[in-house]
């Protein structure tokens, strides 16, 4: 890969106000980034997660640190010494840039597992 990527973002997650009363900041979702796509190999799994806040006065806030390929385009595969018979391939490669306009297509916004969805083999 030729080049990354890096950003910092800052976040205030507050009461969604259709929640219905669980205080619920962010839904259940993974974040499909890079380090999940790269270790998604059965070996480490990007996680379900979401932000809940205490009670509907509470703010929380973080800080995301994020590493991504640049809008190079640049091709993405598994390393070769991750794929054996216990571990087969499970995507094919793939252009990194590619893969994220189809994320926020209408086809990528349908599935729960976009990855799969774009490039599973």
């Known amino acids: 890969m ?3 990527s890096h950003s910092i973002r800052f976040s205030n997650y507050y009461k969604n106000a259709l929640d219905d009363g669980i205080n619920l900041a962010l839904p259940s979702h993974k974040d499909p980034n890079y380090i ?3 270790w998604k ?3 480490l799994h990007a996680p379900n997660h979401r932000v809940k806040l205490k009670n509907e006065t509470e703010k929380r806030y973080t800080v995301i640190f994020s590493t991504i390929p640049s809008l190079t385009n640049d091709m993405i595969n598994a390393p070769e010494e991750l ?3 216990q571990h087969p391939l499970l995507f094919m490669p793939f252009k990194s840039y590619d893969y994220v306009k189809f994320c926020f ?3 990528g916004e349908k599935t729960n597992d976009a990855l799969k969805a774009y490039c599973g083999v």
């Open 105 to 107: 297509s209408k086809e």
């Open 83 to 85: 794929i054996d018979e």
């Open 36 to 38: 999940s796509i790269m």
């Open 41 to 43: 190999h059965s070996r």
């Open 2 to 4: 030729n080049s990354l």
